[in-house]
C-alpha cells in the first residue's frame, strides 16, 4: 500500500479534527444545507432533497495533515460537480467565474476550496460510509470527502456552501498552521506558508494526545 508522503497507515478511522475537545453537534430531525455567496438568491436543500441526485461510491484512503491515513473507506454520496451542475450553475450571479468555495459545518468549523478542487471527479458530498449512514463522530447528517486533500478540506456536518468570485477572508491566514490553498496530500501541501516536512515531526510529537482526544471514533470499528 502506497501512502502519500510523510503518512502512516492507522487502526480504523478514529475521529479526527480541531473540535475534539467538544462533543459533535446535534443534528435536526430534517437537517438543510443553506447555499448562498454569488448566486441570485439563496436556496435551502434539504439533506433528503441532495441525497436524491445521481449518487457514487467511492473507495478512498484518507489523509489528515498530523501525519495518519485511515485506509479502505467506502463512501457514499452526490458527486461535488453533480451537485454544482444541477443545483448552484443554473443560480449563478454574473459571468465572474466562482474561485473559492467555503464549507460551514454545524460546529461553526470552515474550509476553503479552490474551484477546480472542489469540482475533482473524486470529491463527494458523502452521507454514507462502509454501507452505514454517516455517524456523528464521522460528520452526520453529510460531510465533504476530498481524499486527494488534506482532511482539513473534507468539512464535516454541513450546513452551508457558499461560492465566491474571490478568495474570501481567512481569520487563519497568517498562522503558521493556516491551510495550504491546494492541500494536495501527494505534494505534501499541509500547510500555506511552512513547508510540510518541516511540520512533520512537530506532528509527531502531536499524535499520541490527539489519538487520546480521539478515543472515542478509535473504538468504533469499521469491520
Ligand atoms: N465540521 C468539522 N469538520 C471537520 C473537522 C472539524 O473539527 N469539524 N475537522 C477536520 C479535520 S482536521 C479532519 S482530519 C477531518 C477528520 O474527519 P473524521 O473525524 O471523520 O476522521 O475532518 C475535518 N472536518
Ligand atoms: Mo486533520
Given at each position: 500500500?502506497?501512502?502519500?508522503p510523510?503518512?502512516r497507515a492507522?487502526?480504523?478511522?478514529?475521529?479526527?479534527?480541531t473540535?475534539l475537545?467538544?462533543?459533535p453537534?446535534?443534528?435536526?430531525?430534517?437537517?438543510?444545507?443553506?447555499?448562498?455567496?454569488a448566486?441570485t438568491?439563496?436556496?435551502?436543500?434539504?439533506?433528503?432533497d441532495?441525497?436524491?441526485?445521481?449518487?457514487?461510491?467511492?473507495?478512498?484512503?484518507?489523509?489528515?495533515?498530523?501525519?495518519w491515513?485511515?485506509?479502505?473507506?467506502?463512501?457514499e454520496?452526490?458527486?461535488f460537480?453533480t451537485?454544482?451542475?444541477?443545483?448552484v450553475?443554473?443560480?449563478l450571479?454574473?459571468?465572474?467565474?466562482v474561485s473559492h468555495?467555503v464549507?460551514?459545518?454545524?460546529?461553526?468549523?470552515?474550509?476553503?476550496?479552490?474551484?477546480e478542487?472542489?469540482?475533482?471527479?473524486?470529491?463527494?458530498i458523502?452521507?454514507?460510509?462502509?454501507?452505514?449512514p454517516?455517524?456523528?463522530?464521522?460528520?452526520?447528517?453529510?460531510?465533504?470527502?476530498?481524499?486527494?486533500q488534506y482532511g482539513y478540506?473534507?468539512?464535516?456536518?454541513l450546513c452551508?456552501i457558499?461560492?465566491?468570485?474571490?478568495?474570501?477572508?481567512?481569520?487563519?491566514r497568517?498562522?503558521?498552521?493556516?491551510?495550504h490553498?491546494?492541500?494536495?496530500?501527494w505534494q505534501?501541501e499541509?500547510?500555506r506558508h511552512l513547508p510540510g516536512?518541516?511540520?512533520?515531526?512537530?506532528y509527531?510529537a502531536?499524535?499520541?494526545?490527539?489519538r487520546?482526544?480521539?478515543?472515542?471514533?478509535?473504538?468504533?470499528?469499521?469491520?
Open positions: 500500500m502506497t501512502l502519500p510523510g503518512q492507522v487502526e480504523g478511522f478514529p475521529r479526527f479534527g473540535h475537545h467538544r462533543p453537534p446535534p443534528v435536526s430531525a430534517d437537517p438543510v444545507i443553506e447555499i448562498g455567496g448566486l438568491e439563496p436556496i435551502t436543500l434539504s439533506v433528503t441532495l441525497a436524491k441526485l445521481p449518487r457514487r461510491d467511492l473507495a478512498a484512503d484518507f489523509h489528515c495533515v498530523a501525519g491515513s485511515a485506509t479502505g473507506l467506502l463512501w454520496g452526490v458527486p460537480e451537485f454544482y451542475r444541477a443545483q450553475e443554473p443560480l450571479e454574473s459571468d465572474a467565474p468555495i464549507f460551514e459545518g454545524l460546529d461553526g468549523y470552515r474550509s476553503i476550496v479552490l474551484f478542487d472542489a469540482l475533482a471527479d473524486d470529491v463527494l458523502a452521507d454514507r460510509l462502509d454501507g452505514r454517516l455517524d456523528s463522530d464521522h460528520g452526520a447528517p453529510v460531510r465533504l470527502v476530498s481524499p486527494g478540506v473534507s468539512t464535516k456536518h452551508r457558499e461560492f465566491h468570485t474571490s478568495e474570501p477572508p481567512d481569520p487563519d497568517w498562522s503558521p498552521l493556516a491551510a490553498r491546494r492541500a494536495r496530500v505534501e499541509r500547510h516536512r518541516v511540520v512533520r515531526p512537530v509527531r502531536l499524535i499520541g494526545p490527539i487520546a482526544l480521539s478515543a472515542r471514533g478509535s473504538r468504533t470499528s469499521r469491520q
